[in-house]
């Protein structure tokens, strides 16, 4: 849909297509609400495409005392599990304790049976040190006294943002990406009565009518509504990740364990068939205009981490596949740490404005609920459903027809696209169901989010409607050619503007989502020192110098 076709009157209108706006968004739909959703990049193009892709309880929480958080977002956690398999997934977590280690043994183990009373179920234990390293031998072995395993689940974040909005449109919400919201229109008491757009490519300028705006647009929600409280604002902190293949660290449940340099928690994921390596907590002093990149430092401190808790891994920043950096919206009196910062969110109302910030994956739909009934004195009388009403369309077990795809893909198709799974596969070439090698994804799904998910550049493909971008070396580049031949029927673009999107697409992956330049030729410190490998190369100097071999 063009810009020039949306209607002009709107019973609410939600800015923001990250993980909070479409959140909101698919209950709005649910409450029979003539919602319109905004959103002025792609969808999960910022926090919500670039996250820790955890749905968790928030073990730390126990630490800082927030009770309230960790039981709102273990509850969460229960919930997605049952309501979204295939999408949000159970995830085993390794945490190695070390002797004089803080927090210790003991303290773990009441956090973690705090956590487990809130599950109301017990889902974790203590291993001795020989057996914790038979579960993980490569885990570093000094001062080592053992370890727990407890549970918590993954997700790929961007998908869950994609089937929200998806289900909310085949409900009979709109959504529109690439829309700029320039300004809040008010009438002479200050009430809202409408917004002014703008589309982000064409230019195009249009006035929409509504009697209340939905402001959800995370680290950005102060440049529509600052703060009505004066020492509390949005604190933007920075985190980046490095991912790797499987193949460095072959893992079957994800290692938590505490940084050497500051003893905050640091992670390895296993994730899509890659390994996952984050992370860093810092804040951003540049402009939230720019898209975020991981820096040298948050480099050197993640391999830092890694090398010391697995010092015999042979793990080379050559290995990488990919870097991704996140900016979380946290809302803070800028008296804590970054990690020590509330994750919890807060809402703004203003004369049919409402804003909603802060708040964390896990807990979109309490932030959702939350935002509704904060305008509900705006709205035309609706039923809000209480946070048990099932947020996703039921999918069934298992398809009528299975096209030979085992179990799993199933599971994981239903996950991801919902019941629209079926039609992507009915409709794929025999040959498209297959996997992209080194990932979980099937080429068919490549032409399916380009025909039905509103793509508008290739980068919004790759990196969000499927992870390629992230999963592969060199962000998919090898598998350009056949990506243009199976999407190009599915895409209403020329030859020009193939070539036009797949450079742009390698220009922005290499500022963005690469190794910076300087890493190219990777520093010494990153590769374990081996005397053979230096005693072969000494020798074979000296050979070219005596014999000019």
Known sequence: MKLEELKSDWGLIIIGGGITGAGIFREAVRMGLDVLLLEKQDFAWGTSSRSSKLIHGGLRYLKEKRFLLTRASVNEREYLLKHAPGLVESLGFLMPVYDKQRPGKKMLSIGLSLYDMIALEKQHRFYEAAEFSSLIPQIKQEALLGGFLFFDAQVDDARLVLRLINEAVASGGIAMNYITADKINRNACGEVIGITVKDTETHEVKNLSTPTVINATGSWAEELHPSPKPKLHLRPLWGSHLIFPSRVLPLSHAVSFVHPWDNRPVFVIPWEGSLLLGTTD??????????????????????????????????????????????????SKGKLSPSEES????????????????????????????????????????????????????????????????????????????????????????????????????????????????????????????????????????????????????????????????????????????????????????????????????????QKIIYGK
């Open 343 to 542: 994750r919890e969110h807060i809402v703004w109302t203003d004369k049919g404005l409402v804003t909603i910030t802060g708040g964390k994956l896990t807990t979109f739909r309490r932030s959702a609920l939350d935002a509704l009934k904060a305008v509900k004195p705006f709205l035309t009388p609706g039923k809000i459903k209480g946070p048990r009403a099932p947020v996703f369309f039921k999918v069934p077990g298992h398809p009528e027809k299975d096209y030979g795809l085992p179990v799993s893909v199933w599971h994981r198709l239903y996950g991801r696209y919902g019941e629209r799974a079926n039609d992507l596969v009915s409709m794929a070439a025999p040959e498209d169901l297959s996997y992209i090698p080194g990932t979980h994804t099937l080429w068919a799904e490549l032409p399916f989010a380009a025909k039905h998910e509103q793509v508008g550049h290739l980068s919004d493909l790759l990196l969000r409607r499927v992870r390629i971008g992230l999963l592969t070396p060199q962000g998919g580049k090898a598998y350009l050619n056949r990506i243009h031949k199976i999407c190009k029927d599915a895409l209403p673009w020329d030859k020009k503007r193939w070539r036009k999107e797949i450079k742009s697409y390698l220009k922005h992956w290499d500022c963005y989502y690469s190794l910076p330049q300087k890493y190219a030729a990777e520093p010494a410190w990153s590769k374990p020192f081996s005397f053979r490998k230096f005693r072969e190369n000494l020798k074979d100097f000296f």
């Open 282 to 331: 810092v804040d951003h002093k540049k402009d939230l205009s720019k898209e975020p990149a991981i820096s040298e430092e948050e480099i050197s401190y993640l391999m830092e981490g890694f090398k010391t808790m697995f010092p015999s891994v042979d793990i080379s920043l050559k290995d990488c596949l990919s870097t991704f950096a996140g900016i979380r919206p946290i809302l």
